[in-house]
T-cell receptor, first 110, second 114 residues
Framework: GIQVEQSPPDLILQEGANSTLRCNFS?????LQWFHQNPWGQLINLFY???GTKQNGRLSATTVATERYSLLYISSSQTTDSGVYFC????????????FGGGTRLMVKP | ETGVTQSPTHLIKTRGQQVTLRCSSQ?????VSWYQQALGQGPQFIFQ???????GRGNFPPRFSGLQFPNYSSELNVNALELDDSALYLC?????????????FGPGTRLTVL
């Protein structure tokens, strides 16, 4: 099956700092989603971005499908950004199951 | 617009018992997927239901089974519970079954098997 690797696995930031999270995948995809999992376990949709660039407030994401990676940018981080960020993909012609990476655990300190 | 809801929020069972978890899909969505998330890991796909039929299954044994109802709500049933079944169970709904559809997750049910 498809492999999804996220880096870094852990990240500690001071409030106000910027960060870049990376997701590499091993095969062509036609669905890629970024999620934020809060401390209570809720997965919150950030972006649906199989290709291209999107922005939503302090967050933006870019997927370069031909090179099999996606980046999530967090600017001016806040303590409420803490949690785990997951990238998940569906491989081309492989049905409908999302395959998740291992996540990036982010802690933003005040 | 009502989001995805799940019940119960927490559940404690003993080894060998059976459990049923419930999920209501987001308004207008006809497809429900179930995922298992062990502590410290990413979610793993269990199966998907589309219009009351199973529409794909991950690498889980037959004691994991499901149902989808005419209103598109869904149940996940696990028989003969094992200690390793302790996990967060997440339900996701999407507008349709195609791979291009964005999936939206519920708050999860945390199952503990003793």
């Amino acid at each position: 099956g498809i492999q999804v690797e996220q880096s870094p696995p852990d990240l500690i930031l001071q409030e106000g700092a910027n960060s870049t999270l990376r997701c590499n995948f091993s095969d062509s995809v036609n669905n890629l989603q970024w999620f934020h999992q809060n401390p209570w376990g809720q997965l919150i949709n950030l972006f649906y971005i199989p290709s291209g660039t999107k922005q939503n407030g302090r967050l933006s994401a870019t997927t370069v499908a031909t090179e099999r990676y996606s980046l999530l940018y967090i600017s001016s981080s806040q303590t409420t950004d803490s949690g785990v960020y997951f990238c998940a993909v569906i491989r081309d012609n492989a049905g409908n199951m999302l395959t998740f990476g291992g996540g990036t655990r982010l802690m933003v300190k005040p | 617009e009502t989001g995805v809801t799940q019940s119960p929020t927490h559940l404690i069972k003993t080894r060998g018992q059976q459990v049923t978890l419930r999920c209501s899909s987001q308004s207008g969505h006809n497809t429900v997927s179930w995922y298992q998330q062990a502590l410290g890991q990413g979610p793993q796909f269990i199966f998907q239901y589309y219009r009351e039929e199973e529409n794909g299954r991950g690498n889980f044994p037959p004691r994991f089974s499901g149902l989808q109802f005419p209103n598109y709500s869904s149940e996940l049933n696990v028989n003969a519970l094992e200690l390793d079944d302790s996990a967060l169970y997440l339900c996701a709904s999407s507008l349709d079954r195609g791979t291009y559809n964005e999936q939206f997750f519920g708050p999860g049910t945390r199952l503990t098997v003793l």
